[in-house]
């Protein structure tokens, strides 16, 4: 965290509750059925979860879940703590990774309508003016890029588009740079004989799939699953009613992110949605429409591999054991948004939660303690979620302890800065997200996760600097 990322990172593609009911329609998504009901889950998704925005983590979750053949909503917190207004069924996110659950399908849709098979090859699909990398004897395959199992890396390399400014939006990519990374990326393991998660592999699928299709957009090429479904507000490029439904995302309370553009590369991480859409998302892969559509979700599900953690992939989703159950899900995250979705098809449950504000950690594990409560097992049974584990007692200091720590610093080139936020200290190295620090000592500070310590260095006339001790011992001086 002390190392400056501009140079190492990879390009990553990378109050009111309303608790409005969602009832069915005729097909398998769900619709708001308009009246304001309150289900007995309100209780513990408030004692969960209100607590990270009351502590200033999140402005506010919006919680999906589907069950007894409904989606069912509640809003938490604020849509933008600068404004007033509680997350409602209709309040858009960036959804991020969860994307690539729709990108899968729209392959298994591909491969139901007979454009092409799971053993299509990429470089069948590319221009013949590019050269698809390889490794031993087996070509990639579309299926090696949806379930992550094609050896391509995570993202492209950064300095492929060297113009990319980290802390801006990421830049989209066009087609020459997506092709132009095969000449830089060797790949990791012959495809199909491992596993490597790959936006970069998602990305050119869909991007594929758009071409094969002569599709004019990702959102056209989308609309295959999104318009049976009744899905309006899941797309990338919105309308300007839809952007202000959009949570603005954001790196820490009082700063925004710019709304994530990844261009040909779009199906890896693109997609914003509501609520209410993905209510209608987890209701097809619970109750499957009828048709090509209902065929295509079916494959999506069949497992293709196994990851290092136990769990498998299908075509986009994420297929993980759990309690004795195969557990479809997939997380998403960006540096202003965070989404996860849970889905027990026996059970016939599901539960989404969506924020517009990067913690992964929290929200998986929220997401399925959170779970455990809905299938019957109390959330305190299992790991006890907290915003805050304190390990070490917090100090309740004066507004000047925040105040005088505000300020640049720098150490080797590298650049930490310190705000205060509405009473809350957050820092920042280089281009990363903020991290809350907390008063543990006199001049010390720690962060929730990962394993560090901040502390004070003063000379005779006030803040000199601070010792950023993590995987090393580094000073960084203040700027003048």
């Not at 839809?242 to 925004?256: K, T, V």
């Not at 109750?287 to 069949?302: C, K, N, W, Y």
Request: proline share 8%.
């Amino acid at each position: 965290m002390g190392q400056r990322w501009i140079g190492l990172l990879l390009l990553a593609f990378v109050g009111c509750d309303g608790g409005h009911g969602m009832a069915p329609d005729s097909g398998p998504g769900a619709t708001d059925a308009g009246t304001p009901r309150v289900h007995e889950w309100h209780a513990p998704a408030r004692e969960m979860m209100q607590p990270f925005v009351d502590e200033g983590y999140v402005p506010g979750f919006s919680i999906v879940v589907w069950r007894d053949g409904e989606a069912q909503f509640l809003g938490l917190g604020r849509v933008d703590p600068a404004a007033e207004g509680t997350p409602t069924p209709d309040t858009i996110y960036e959804v991020a990774s969860i994307t690539k659950t729709f990108t899968g399908t729209l392959l298994a849709l591909a491969v139901q309508r007979g454009d092409v098979t799971l053993d299509t090859t990429l470089q069948s699909l590319v221009p013949s003016s590019w050269t698809v990398p390889t490794r031993g004897s087996e070509p990639i395959r579309l299926w090696h890029l949806a379930s992550h199992r094609s050896g391509l890396p995570t993202n492209i390399a950064a300095s492929v588009t060297p113009a990319v400014l980290f802390g801006a939006a990421f830049a989209p990519v066009d087609e020459t740079t997506a092709y132009t990374a095969f000449l830089l990326h060797l790949l990791e393991f012959e495809p199909g004989t491992s596993y490597l998660y790959s936006n970069y592999a998602v990305g050119l699928l869909g991007w594929e799939l758009q071409r094969l299709t002569g599709s004019e957009s990702f959102d056209a090429l989308l609309a295959g699953v999104t318009d049976p479904l009744g899905m309006g507000d899941t797309r990338v490029q919105l309308s300007s009613e839809q952007m202000q439904r959009l949570a603005p995302p954001r790196y820490a309370p009082d700063q925004r992110t710019p709304a994530e553009e990844m261009g040909v590369l779009a199906g890896f991480g693109g997609v914003r949605s509501s609520g209410r859409d993905l209510g209608r998302w987890m209701g097809a892969q619970i109750i499957e429409p009828e048709g090509e559509l209902g065929d295509a979700v079916r494959l999506s599900h069949e497992p293709r591999g196994t990851a290092p953690d136990g769990a498998s992939y299908g075509l986009g989703w994420r297929l993980l054991p759990y309690d004795g159950q195969s557990i479809v899900t997939h997380a998403g995250s960006l540096y202003g948004a965070t989404s996860i979705i849970y889905i027990d098809r026996e059970a016939r449950i599901g539960v989404a939660l969506l924020t517009n504000s990067r913690v992964p950690n929290e929200l998986k594990q929220l997401g399925l303690a959170f779970f455990d409560e809905l299938r019957g097992r109390s959330w305190r049974d299992g790991p006890f979620i907290r915003p805050w584990p304190e390990p070490h007692p917090r100090l309740d200091l004066p507004s000047t302890a925040y105040d005088e720590l505000v300020g640049r610093y720098a150490w080797d080139g590298n650049e930490l800065e310190l705000l205060v936020d509405d009473g809350r200290l957050y820092a920042q190295f280089g281009a990363s997200r903020f991290t809350r620090l907390h008063p543990v000592a006199e001049d010390e500070w720690r962060p929730r996760y990962p394993t560090a310590r901040m502390l004070v260095a003063r000379d005779g006339v006030g803040v000199a600097g601070v010792r950023w001790i993590q995987e090393g011992d580094h000073l960084y001086v203040r700027a003048p």
